[in-house]
């Protein structure tokens, strides 16, 4: 279960303790607002991270279920940490809608913090990435491969970069205005997001 999401050996999580079960705690990787708590198995777990998309297992059902599989309001995994007595994860995500069963942002009746323009700018490209709309120019990009998204990209920061020399305010952020969509447009042709960006970034802190 080799991924670098996980940043633990996942042997060392002690299932053993809780029965076969560990708690999952669900944080925003974002906001860092705590959205819910759960559960899993080493079944759920390995699910979790082979998908991207966070499976619990559901004592109710008793078998795994992936949060959001009927209302699509997927809980997409950015990071996993196991804590001092490795019997609990902390688990963060990008959540994709309202968490609870309820409609609220939380299990706890909290609101988290409200997506910023371009977290739902990279949500609508990510469904125009997976829900095709023949009118949609974001679609079209899609469709002539990850050549021609690269090669907008390209364009577009050369252009960012002419203007940039210059002194019209409203042609260098048009400009680049068009770098930052088409390069999000770049990353979920690629299978990745903004956080995922911002994940190294955070690494990379302090150097």
Same mark, same amino acid.
């Given at each position: 279960?080799?991924?670098? +999401? !996980?940043?633990?050996? &996942?042997?060392?999580?002690?299932?053993?303790? #809780?029965?076969?079960?560990?708690? *999952?705690?669900?944080?925003?990787?974002?906001?860092?607002?705590?959205?819910?708590?759960?559960?899993?198995?080493?079944?759920?777990?390995?699910?979790?991270?082979?998908?991207?998309?966070?499976?619990?297992?559901?004592?109710?059902?008793?078998?795994?279920?992936?949060?959001?599989?009927?209302?699509?309001?997927?809980?997409?995994?950015?990071?996993?940490?196991?804590?001092?007595?490795?019997?609990?994860? +902390? !688990?963060?995500?990008? &959540?994709?809608?309202?968490?609870?069963?309820? #409609?609220?942002?939380?299990?706890? *009746?909290?609101?988290?913090?409200?997506?910023?323009?371009?977290?739902?700018?990279?949500?609508?490209?990510?469904?125009?990435?997976?829900?095709?709309?023949?009118?949609?120019?974001?679609?079209?990009?899609?469709?002539?491969?990850?050549?021609?998204?690269?090669?907008?990209?390209?364009?577009?920061?050369?252009?960012?970069?002419?203007?940039?020399?210059?002194?019209?305010?409203?042609?260098?952020?048009?400009?680049?205005?068009?770098?930052?969509?088409?390069?999000?447009?770049?990353?979920?042709?690629?299978?990745?997001?903004?956080?995922?960006?911002?994940?190294?970034?955070?690494?990379?802190?302090?150097?």
């Amino acid at each position: 279960m080799k991924n670098t +999401l !996980i940043n633990f050996d &996942p042997s060392s999580i002690d299932f053993a303790k #809780g029965d076969g079960l560990v708690p *999952a705690i669900i944080q925003d990787a974002e906001s860092q607002k705590v959205l819910m708590l759960g559960y899993m198995d080493k079944a759920a777990l390995e699910k979790t991270v082979a998908e991207k998309r966070i499976t619990f297992f559901s004592r109710s059902k008793q078998g795994l279920w992936t949060k959001g599989e009927s209302s699509g309001n997927f809980l997409n995994l950015v990071d996993i940490r196991l804590d001092c007595d490795q019997d609990t994860l +902390l !688990i963060q995500v990008n &959540p994709v809608g309202p968490v609870c069963h309820t #409609g609220a942002d939380t299990c706890f *009746a909290e609101k988290n913090k409200a997506a910023s323009f371009l977290q739902k700018l990279e949500d609508t490209i990510k469904d125009r990435h997976d829900n095709p709309n023949e009118k949609s120019y974001t679609t079209s990009l899609f469709a002539k491969g990850i050549n021609k998204v690269a090669q907008k990209v390209g364009e577009e920061a050369v252009e960012l970069v002419i203007e940039a020399k210059d002194d019209n305010e409203d042609l260098f952020l048009g400009e680049a205005a068009d770098l930052m969509y088409h390069y999000l447009v770049l990353l979920r042709a690629k299978g990745f997001g903004m956080a995922d960006v911002v994940k190294v970034l955070r690494e990379r802190e302090g150097n």
